[in-house]
């Protein structure tokens, strides 16, 4: 089974930027749909960016949209989220995760979907 490992989080002044990284264990995470939620103290966990199996097609929260992006390197098994315009609100455990269904982008929010999961990242924005 693939194992994610997620690598980025930290501390940052908010209006800064941050890049998440997630490594698959395996090249089969390639083929995944692969997505990025976060988990606020108190707070369910929330869908943050998706990025579609074999189209690549993205989405967004649109909390989020205009600030995160979320990119993709089949190469070295990765997928990231690249965060500017940080925003103390931003802050929480950021989670990635991934499935090999195929989910239409409806879907793709939807934390339930998702089969994978790494062990998560904190991120904190000071104001």
């Known amino acids: 089974q693939v194992q994610l490992v997620e690598s980025g989080g930290g501390l940052v002044q908010a209006g800064g930027s941050l890049r998440l990284s997630c490594a698959g264990s395996?090249?089969?995470?390639?083929?995944?749909?692969r997505g990025w939620f976060r988990q606020a103290p108190g707070k369910d966990r929330e869908f943050v960016a998706a990025?579609?199996?074999?189209?690549?097609?993205?989405s967004y929260a649109q909390s989020v949209k205009g600030r995160f992006t979320i990119s993709r390197d089949n190469a070295k098994n990765a997928v990231y989220l690249q965060m500017n315009s940080l925003k103390p609100e931003d802050t929480a455990v950021y989670y990635c995760a991934a499935t090999d269904r195929h989910l239409i982008t409806g879907a793709l929010g939807s934390a339930e979907n998702y089969d994978l999961w790494g062990q998560g990242t904190q991120v904190t924005v000071s104001s």
């Open positions: 395996t090249r089969t995470f390639n083929t995944y749909t």
């Open positions: 990025t579609k199996q074999n189209s690549g097609m993205t």
